[in-house]
């Protein structure tokens, strides 16, 4: 009896040691974090314990026991540099410490920060480019999405028909080297994309939507409304779509003419991007939307609304039921329209 008994206490440990180590192994190669960059820094004399914990608390790490272990079975107790480093989403444990251990830190003086933020177009990219610096950003229209099909082979740039990057350069902020090429910034963007939509993808193909028209969907709604009202609106619609209603979004308008439209832009603009003339969704995305605007379009909230409208003077957005509602809503609204 008390030989078994020592045997099933050696058992369980063997279990409980493999189920640690699947679980160690687990965070080792998964990514840590997939929403934005962080940045920590290391201090000259912090020990492994004080750099764990740090990651843990910027959220560059899932598990401060994890990056311990790891960075034991690494030998990497007294290898880890100081300095200020920044993690892109995506990371594994392993590749952090790597980091760390190489001493890959940001060099501020060598590096210029750029935010794009939710919603820019391509356009308003290229012009916050430039404004950092890159003076020939404007090459980037020159660009297709083919050109980096090889590379991002899971995004399916080469179905885009189109070509267009429009969409798919990610609103982020990003640190580039003061001399970096324009297809290196391009390529950065896709990248983060390609991270951050990682969900996204395969949740698109299990409701049946084109990822891509998920993708025109929040460009959409990124023009369209505020981020507490996109679900609501992408319910909306998507409703108009199924019901061959055209779409009457006044955004996809705009992004074509590139200036607020008048009235008779709506029955005088022979474009596809006129979503009051043709039905459908427009060709493209018209800007680059985040993950909000992602997320409601994957996920449209239902409701009996088959209208709405922006309230001018505050961005407010007005759903209406019926027809009748709508132009009320437009009289009361919209009379300088």
């Known amino acids: ?176 080297p003061k001399d970096a090429g324009l297809k290196e910034i391009v390529e950065r963007m896709l990248k983060r994309f390609e991270s951050k939509t990682a969900a996204i993808r395969p949740a698109a193909e299990i409701s049946r939507r084109d990822f891509y028209d998920v993708l025109i969907m929040a460009s959409i709604l990124e023009k369209e409304v505020p981020p507490a009202d996109m679900p609501v609106a992408a319910g909306v619609l998507w409703k108009r779509l199924q019901l061959d209603i055209p779409l009457q979004a006044d955004a996809t308008l705009v992004y074509d003419l590139g200036r607020p439209i008048k009235r008779s832009d709506t029955t005088a603009l022979d474009s596809h991007y006129n979503t009051y003339k043709y039905q459908g969704l427009p060709p493209t995305p018209i800007a680059n939307p985040g993950l909000t605007a992602m997320n409601a379009a994957l996920y449209p909230q239902k409701s009996n609304y088959l209208y709405y409208l922006s309230r001018p003077h505050d961005g407010a957005t007005i759903f209406s039921e019926t027809l009748e509602q709508h132009n009320l809503a437009k009289a009361k609204y919209l009379q300088s329209y």
Request: charged share 25%; aromatic share 12%.
């Open 1 to 176: 009896m008390v030989k078994n008994h020592k045997f099933s206490r050696v058992y369980l440990g063997l279990i409980v040691l493999a189920l640690f180590s699947f679980y160690l192994w687990r965070q080792i190669v998964s990514p840590q974090f997939l929403d934005a960059e962080k940045e920590v820094a290391v201090e000259r004399g912090d020990g492994v314990f004080s750099v764990a914990n740090n990651l843990k608390i910027a959220g560059a790490i899932k598990s401060r026991i994890a990056f311990v272990a790891a960075s034991l079975y690494r030998g990497s107790f007294a290898a880890l540099k100081a300095g200020q480093y920044v993690f892109e989403p995506g990371l594994s444990l392993r590749q952090i410490i790597s980091k760390i251990e190489k001493g890959d830190v940001v060099f501020g003086s060598n590096e210029v920060a750029v935010t794009i933020p939710e919603g820019f177009t391509l356009a308003e990219i290229i012009n916050r480019l430039k404004e950092s610096g890159f003076d020939d950003a404007d090459h980037i229209t020159k660009m297709k999405a083919d050109d980096f099909s090889d590379k991002f082979s899971r995004l399916n740039l080469s179905g885009n028909q189109s070509g267009a990057l429009e969409g798919f350069l990610f609103p982020d902020t990003y640190r580039f």
